[in-house]
Structure formats: structure tokens, C-alpha cells
């Protein structure tokens, strides 16, 4: 009989697609795929997963293309890395205190 073992989704090598930036609006930072309309993360960063919370969340943003979706989604990365910045700064202040 073959060992009873459990699959680890860590052995698989996930990695992020810059595409998917633009195609879902999804982000990476540093372990976590984080989605920038509603800043959830998803669990495994694989497109299938990626695409299913994009098509069920986010219906309302399929109709923004061309040059207005890609500057919402700068715009929205912006705000994100502003407010990731925001906490390490206070961090790092308290740190130093």
C-alpha cells in the first residue's frame, strides 16, 4: 500500500504572472497575491483560482478596458503600496522609539 501522505500545495511551484496584474487585478507582495479592488488574498497563487474570485467579486469591472482600466489599476496600486507603506513606517518608528 502506498504511504498515506498528505499533498502539500507548497511543493508545487506557484508562481505569480505579471499578466494577471491587468487581466484580474491582482498584485503581488511578497508571499501573498492580493486582488487591489478589494484587497483580499487567494490562497494558492494559480490562475484558476485567481480568475474564479475576479469573475465572481469584481463583475462591475469587466466593462472597464483599454487605457481607463489600466490607469485604475495603477491608481489602485498606488493606493495599495501607500497604505502598505503607512504600516512599516509606523513600525519602523516604533522600533526606533
Known amino acids: 500500500m502506498a504511504a498515506n501522505r ?7 511551484n506557484r508562481q505569480f504572472n ?19 479592488l478589494c484587497h483580499s488574498t487567494v490562497a494558492v497563487a494559480k490562475e484558476s ?9 469584481h ?3 469587466h466593462n472597464v478596458v483599454g487605457d481607463e482600466r489600466t ?3 495603477e491608481s489602485l496600486r498606488r493606493s495599495l503600496n501607500r497604505q ?5 513606517k509606523q513600525s519602523e518608528d ?3 522609539a
Open 49 to 57: 483560482n485567481i480568475k474564479r474570485h475576479y469573475d465572481t467579486k
Open 71 to 73: 490607469a485604475r489599476i
Open 18 to 36: 505579471d499578466d494577471w496584474t491587468v487581466q484580474y487585478c491582482f498584485v503581488q507582495h511578497q508571499t501573498n497575491v492580493i486582488c487591489l
Open 84 to 88: 502598505q507603506n503607512i504600516f512599516s
Open 59 to 61: 463583475q462591475d469591472f
Open 94 to 96: 516604533f522600533s526606533a
Open 6 to 12: 498528505k499533498r502539500k500545495v507548497d511543493n508545487k
